[in-house]
């Protein structure tokens, strides 16, 4: 049978207090139970002044940030909209029915004014991270890398034509001493500095929206300005560093300074998970000569079909040349500026063998194959791979760093961001990634409790 509700109770008179209207399992009971946010007065203290106006408490300003990032509310403006009407939210800044909410230009303003050129966001995230490792929940041995890209707030139509330096990359110099060795080694003399000094540059396009961001290409259907968010997890998916660039930076020039970043302020990883795109002669020897294990998958050859694969030339360690499949050497000729020996097959033999078709398509019959001065670096990666050890460690990426990527975009508003510049782009990276691990942490620790 159907019914009418007659009774209209919006005017019903109650006595009760805000704690009342939160529910006991509420994620923002959680929150407040976890951690103690008064860590934050030390952190901002000298950013205040000691004379003006009282300003707003700083724990309530980055609380209200949380709130935005925690709950994956799109905007600062809709933030503050929905704190007006829920008493949970009101509840974990301490308001009370009629307390007034801040404007929501409040946390723009002093971010403008006081932290753009502080290191507070970071100091943050790490604060949270200590707490979590004082209670046991950390598991930095095995650390799992990667990057994603955050579509950034500009027109991909808008844009101008521009010549720009090449980046260095963070292996660069240590890359130039160990190939100039080499040369010396080989009878061949050393690149004048000059040669390194020498400014490469490229064509890139730049966003007249928003210049910091990077024209990125993933295939036909997606172009578009973009951020890169470089993050690592521990097993247990907390996150453990994170550095933003511009769309267009590739992957593998981030891994050595985000691990660098991880040794310095959590501890120095046994393991060091990454894909495809990690895979290079410079990561591996940054790791294996820092101890720590790479963990890295199969890569397909590049090699055309129907044409012998790089493994079917064996290389003579002793002899420093390689073989091809039919015997003949191929000699040591240079090593490049990239870092790369190159060997060379003899012409007038090549001109006669009856699988050169397989071999090259070069017009004087002369094979060239490129070993780099790290190449048993990568080499020993591969040996590795095929150890139980790495094939587990390998197969938890899916549970961490891919899931935390996937939750920080469809529960954390981390697909694409309203903001501009790479500090702004770097302060959301942060405060998104703190508060996913406060929100983890709250929830494990509530368990326990």
């Not at 205040?48 to 994956?72: A, C």
């Amino acid at each position: 049978m159907m019914t009418k509700n007659q009774a209209n109770e919006r005017e019903q008179f109650e006595m009760l207090t805000i704690d009342q209207l939160v529910p006991e399992n509420h994620l923002v009971r959680k929150l407040e139970s976890a951690i103690d946010f008064s860590f934050i007065y030390p952190m901002v203290e000298h950013l205040y002044s000691g004379l003006g106006r009282p300003s707003i408490d700083p724990v309530v300003l980055f609380k209200i940030t949380f709130i935005q990032y925690i709950f994956g509310i799109r905007s600062m403006r809709q933030t503050i909209k929905e704190i007006e009407t829920n008493m949970a939210y009101r509840w974990f800044l301490g308001f009370g029915f009629y307390t007034e909410v801040p404007h929501f230009s409040t946390f723009g303003k002093n971010y403008e004014r006081r932290f753009y050129d502080s290191d507070v966001f970071e100091q943050i995230f790490y604060r949270i991270l200590k707490e979590i490792m004082d209670k046991g929940l950390l598991s930095p041995e095995h650390v799992f890398v990667d990057s994603t890209h955050v579509k950034a707030s500009a027109n991909k139509r808008k844009y101008d034509k521009k010549l720009v330096r090449k980046e260095t990359r963070a292996y660069e110099e240590k890359l130039q001493l160990e190939l100039n060795l080499d040369r010396e080694k080989h009878g061949k003399k050393p690149f004048p500095p000059e040669k390194f000094e020498k400014e490469e540059w490229k064509e890139i396009k730049e966003s007249t929206t928003d210049p910091e961001s990077g024209y990125y290409v993933k295939d036909e259907r997606t172009k578009q300005f973009a951020y890169s968010f470089h993050a690592a997890t521990d097993e247990k998916g907390f996150v453990l560093g994170t550095i933003v660039t511009p769309g267009n930076i590739h992957d593998s020039h981030i891994l050595q300074p985000l691990v660098e970043k991880i040794i310095e302020k959590v501890k120095k990883p046994l393991a060091v998970a990454a894909d495809a795109a990690y895979k290079t002669p410079a990561i591996a020897n940054f790791l294996l000569e820092n101890q720590m294990l790479p963990v890295l998958p199969y890569t397909r050859p590049k090699t055309k079909d129907r044409f012998f694969r790089k493994h079917d030339y064996v290389y003579d360690e002793y002899y420093n040349c390689y073989l091809c499949p039919e015997g003949q050497e191929l000699k040591y000729t240079t090593t490049t500026k990239e870092g790369y020996r190159q060997y060379k097959s003899d012409p007038a033999i090549c001109a006669s063998c009856p699988v050169l078709s397989k071999c090259t398509e070069s017009k004087n019959h002369q094979k060239l194959i490129q070993r780099h001065i790290w190449e048993p670096y990568l080499e020993e990666a591969e040996h590795l791979r095929h150890t139980d050890e790495i094939k587990q460690i390998y197969a938890k990426r899916k549970e961490t760093i891919e899931r935390v990527f996937a939750d920080a975009k469809e529960k954390h508003g981390m697909r694409w961001t309203t903001l501009r510049g790479l500090k702004k782009l770097s302060m959301q990276a942060m405060l998104t990634f703190a508060a996913m691990n406060l929100k983890k942490l709250a929830n494990w620790t509530w368990q326990v409790a």
